[in-house]
């Protein structure tokens, strides 16, 4: 079994502390860019997954550490 995967960018919410505690539907790099403050709902991980035309299966490919450093304002 793969496990419960990210509703956006498709990393396993097993392996994100933040998903992992508070059992979102996102990970912390999703839920910080596109969700943010409001609560996370199936509403609105569909409307983050259209406004970034990502059809059903498929996810947002991204470098979530390279994002975290990007929110962190981290120097390579």
Do not use: H, W
Request: charged content about 25%; glycine content about 10%.
């Amino acid at each position: 079994m793969a496990g419960r995967l990210c509703g956006i960018c498709g990393t396993k919410l097993a392996d994100d502390l933040f998903a992992a505690v508070t059992g979102d539907p996102v990970c912390a790099i999703c839920k910080q860019k596109f969700i943010g403050g409001l609560p996370t709902t199936p509403a609105s991980v569909a409307a983050a997954r259209i406004r970034l035309d990502l059809e059903p299966g498929k996810y947002l490919e991204q470098d979530n550490a390279e994002e975290a450093r990007k929110i962190l304002g981290r120097s390579r």
